[in-house]
């Protein structure tokens, strides 16, 4: 029987579990070396593969691969490069198709976000035109819970513990020294355009007048007057304020409050900090002392705090996305489908990529409270059990003990590509 080799790589900003998606990814191309020859990963996620800077994941022990499970960031490294349109620029697309049958080959996995999404639906569909057998498969990774169809998406659960956890710590924090000091707390979070990661932080408390007091969400229009006098409200009653802001919380007009005026590498508003801005306006307004944090990348590399939900659920769309190639499916991606909320159940769905490629999911208006400053107890009931369970990492010298890999490179066969 002919084998074929497979190709495997990281897009976007990472999370604490992708590399767990790679374990799942890789274990279970090994396991079915009957039909897979080689792994490959692509060495700073797409680039790799265009420029022909593969790594032989073939050269890594079972124990390096089997500590993806539990190590953060990208290993193979990742990236923000989007592909140019595939009919004005099909030249890069061509490049891929011409380095996968270089080196044989036939399996293409893809971890990422809704533009991964798009760049590995738009892959497949050339090397249909050209002729070329490849098994496209989407393996889903985004921290923003923003892609369709899925439940939820493999990095999202273990960012929402960490929110959860820190604004939880920081409320006592706050409420200890709020006679004297500090009177607002200010945590921003990510999510531009879904309030998914900044809903999380709800899940601190259940009182109606526990913190966090006060949730900024991208889907509900910023009033200064209403968010102030709210504000303003929790002091006077709690002695204090917690607020949670999400990055893309913005005025009625769609400007972002801390837009920076420039754009990333996927076209992205590049947004300067909304924290510090909002905490210029209390001070401005009421005058209040302030504290400001950005979870930044703290939120995504905290595997120390993982979600035991996530990092299964991370394992399994890499498993799943190996038995979809090896079943001859193209252009799908594993889903996460819920089962039940109580017990908590779920299972995986092939979803097609025409139907997830640059389509973004937002809270639901039913998700978020009826004065906009809160979450309701349908998003609570969506939300905890995506928290769930603790998966820790080996300690060793008191600090989490993390993968170690070779990243041997494979000696090109094709002329230099400029990007």
């Not at 990742?78 to 036939?106: G, M, P, W």
């Amino acid at each position: 029987m002919a084998k074929f080799n497979a190709f495997y790589a990281q897009s976007g900003g990472v999370s604490a579990v992708i590399n767990a998606s790679a374990c799942g990814v890789i274990e279970t191309c090994r396991k079915h070396s009957d039909s897979i020859g080689k792994i490959y990963a692509g060495r700073n996620g797409i680039i790799g593969a265009l420029t022909e800077d593969l790594i032989d994941v073939g050269q890594e022990s079972e124990a390096a691969i089997s500590a993806l499970r539990y190590t953060p960031g990208g290993a193979f490294g990742s990236c923000r490069y989007k592909l140019k349109d595939i009919d004005t620029h099909r030249t890069q697309y061509e490049r891929l198709i011409e380095v996968f049958k270089a080196h044989n080959i036939r399996y293409f996995f893809y971890n990422g976000g809704g533009d991964s999404a798009d760049t590995c639906l738009k892959v497949s569909q050339l090397s249909e035109r050209m002729g070329y057998p490849l098994q496209a498969i989407h393996v889903p990774k985004t921290v923003d819970n923003d892609l369709p169809i899925t439940d939820n998406s493999p990095g999202f659960g273990s960012v929402a513990k960490y929110i959860a956890t820190s604004v939880r710590e920081a409320a006592l924090d706050i409420a200890s020294m709020c006679a004297t000091s500090t009177k607002v707390f200010i945590l921003e979070a990510m999510g531009r355009h879904a309030g998914w990661i900044a809903a999380s932080g709800a899940l601190a408390g259940k009182g109606i007048h526990e913190p966090p007091h006060l949730i900024i969400f991208p889907e509900i229009p910023f009033d200064r007057t209403r968010v102030m006098r709210h504000i303003d409200e929790s002091v006077k009653r709690s002695g204090y304020c917690v607020i949670v802001v999400s990055e893309g919380a913005r005025y009625s007009d769609g400007t972002f409050l801390a837009d920076a005026g420039n754009t990333d590498a996927f076209g992205h508003r590049q947004l300067g900090g909304v924290a510090p801005t909002l905490a210029g306006m209390v001070k401005q307004d009421l005058g209040y002392k302030y504290h400001w944090a950005v979870a930044d990348y703290l939120q995504r590399a905290a595997r120390h705090i993982a979600s035991k939900t996530d990092v299964e659920q991370a394992y399994a769309v890499g498993v799943r996305a190996v038995e979809c190639a090896l079943e001859g499916k193209n252009a799908v991606m594993p889903a996460i489908k819920r089962v039940s909320d109580t017990p908590y159940e779920w299972r995986l769905e092939d979803a097609p990529l025409a139907e997830v490629a640059n389509q973004e999911k937002f809270m639901p208006r039913d998700y978020i409270s009826e004065d906009g400053f809160g979450i309701s107890a349908a998003c609570r009931a969506y939300l905890e059990p995506l928290i769930q369970g603790e998966d820790f990492p080996p300690f060793e010298n008191g600090l989490p003990k993390f993968a170690t890999l070779e990243l041997a490179a494979v000696e090109k066969k094709l002329a230099t590509f400029s990007l």
